[in-house]
C-alpha cells in the first residue's frame, strides 16, 4: 500500500504524578494510533509479576503494533486477531517468571485505530475497557467509541444495594457479564468493541486513555467535538493535559461536595491526534 496522503500527527502522554512511572503506552504514526493504559493493581507490590504494570503495557503495546502495522500486501489481520497475539506474545515473555494466575496479575485497557488503502478510506478501531476512539467523519458526523462495561459493574452492584468494594468490582474482570481487558488470556480480544468504517470523509481523529478524557467525561467542561478542536490547536495533546491537569488540581482543592473527580487527583494521560490533510 503506498500512502498518498499527508497525516499530521501529534500526541503526549503524561504520568499522574511525577514519583510513579507512566503506565500508559502510546504509539502513533500516519496509519495506526495505539493507547494502553495500565490497570492500577490494588496493591502495587502484590501482583505475582516482577516486571510490573508498565512493564506489562509496554510489552503488549509493542507485540500489537508490530501485529498491526505488518503490510502482507492484500492481507489484512483484523486488529482483535493482532491483539490476540500481542496478549499471547507478553504472556509468554513471563509466564515463566511470574504467576499469572494472580487475580492482581497486569492487565491493560486497549484502543486502537487502523486505516488502510492508498488513499486512508478505510478504518478499523478496536477499544477494550475504558479508552475512547473520537472519529470526526465530516459533515457534523462525529463518532465516539468507548466501552463503560467496567463502570457497568460498579452501577449495577449500587443499583442492587451494594457498596462495591474494589475486590469485588475486580472478580468481575474477564468474565462473562462482566468487564474486560488484556491480560493473559487471548480470549479477552474477542471481547472487544470493533469495527471497520467507510472513512473516506474523515477529517481527524484522537485515541485517548481515561486519564485524558476526564474534561469530557468527568468534570464536564468541554464535549467531544470541543476535545477534538482543543486537540488541533497549537498548543495540541500536550496543551489539553495542561488544562487537565490545572482542571483536576482545582477540583481537589474545592469542597468535597463540589468535587466532580473520584479516586485519584491525577491520572496518567495520553492522547494520539491524527489529522489527514484533504
Ligand atoms: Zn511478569
Known amino acids: 500500500m503506498r500512502l498518498r496522503r499527508t497525516v499530521h500527527v501529534t500526541y503526549a502522554s503524561e504520568p499522574g504524578s511525577p514519583d510513579l512511572e507512566n503506565e500508559d503506552f502510546l504509539s502513533a504514526g500516519p496509519r495506526l494510533a495505539v493507547v494502553l493504559d495500565g490497570v492500577t493493581p490494588m496493591v502495587r507490590t502484590d501482583t505475582g509479576c516482577r516486571h510490573g504494570v508498565a512493564w506489562y503495557a509496554r510489552t503488549l503495546g509493542g507485540h500489537f503494533v508490530r501485529l498491526a502495522g505488518r503490510d502482507d500486501g492484500q492481507v489484512t489481520v483484523p486488529l482483535a486477531d493482532c491483539l490476540a497475539g500481542a496478549i499471547v506474545a507478553t504472556r509468554d515473555a513471563h509466564a515463566g517468571t511470574c504467576d499469572l494466575a494472580h487475580p492482581d496479575s497486569p492487565a491493560a485497557t486497549v484502543a486502537a485505530v487502523r486505516l488502510r488503502g492508498d488513499a486512508l478510506d478505510v478504518l478499523d478501531y478496536l477499544v477494550l475497557a475504558d479508552s475512547a476512539v473520537l472519529l470526526d467523519l465530516g459533515e457534523e458526523r462525529l463518532t465516539v467509541f468507548t466501552d463503560h462495561r467496567a463502570g457497568d459493574v460498579g452501577r449495577r452492584l449500587r ?69 477534538l478542536d482543543a486537540l488541533a490547536a497549537d498548543d495540541g495533546p500536550a496543551g489539553w493535559i495542561a488544562r487537565t491537569r490545572e482542571t483536576e488540581r482545582a477540583d481537589a482543592t474545592a469542597e468535597p461536595a463540589r468535587r466532580r473527580g473520584r479516586g485519584k487527583v491525577h491520572d496518567d494521560a495520553s492522547v494520539a491526534f491524527l489529522r489527514p490533510t484533504p
Open 159 to 227: 443499583a442492587e444495594g451494594e457498596v462495591p468494594s474494589a475486590p469485588r468490582v475486580r472478580s468481575f474482570r474477564n468474565r462473562p457479564g462482566g468487564y474486560w481487558v488484556a491480560a493473559d488470556r487471548p480470549e479477552s480480544a474477542y471481547e472487544a468493541l470493533v469495527g471497520t468504517i467507510d472513512a473516506t470523509g474523515l477529517r481527524r481523529l484522537a485515541v485517548a486513555s481515561d486519564g485524558a478524557t476526564r474534561l469530557v467525561d468527568t468534570f464536564g467542561t468541554y464535549d467531544w467535538r470541543g476535545m
